[in-house]
């Protein structure tokens, strides 16, 4: 049990990919929506590092992190 990806396409998005966060524990998504599997995929991996469980973020704590990543990846 723990932090899965969901999947999916956008309504009225032309097909465009969108992912979020899953807690397979409380069968809850959580989060912003991310670009794509792989975004959602490195933001836990980046986010693994900082904090063990991002599901034990506040929603404030959890968009501040995100965001943090979002522009690390643009600067890099």
Not at 39 to 50: G, N, Q, T, V
Not at 53 to 66: F, G, I, M, N, Y
Request: hydrophobic share 35%.
């Amino acid at each position: 049990m723990g932090v899965r990806i969901l999947v999916g396409t956008l309504d009225g998005g032309n097909g465009r990919e969108a992912a979020v966060l899953y807690c397979s524990t409380s069968e809850h998504c959580f989060g912003p929506i991310f670009e794509d599997h792989d975004e959602a995929d490195a933001f836990l991996e980046w986010a693994h590092a900082r904090t063990p469980d991002v599901r034990r973020l506040p929603s404030e704590e959890l968009e501040e992190a995100v965001d943090q990543f979002r522009n690390r990846k643009v600067s890099v």
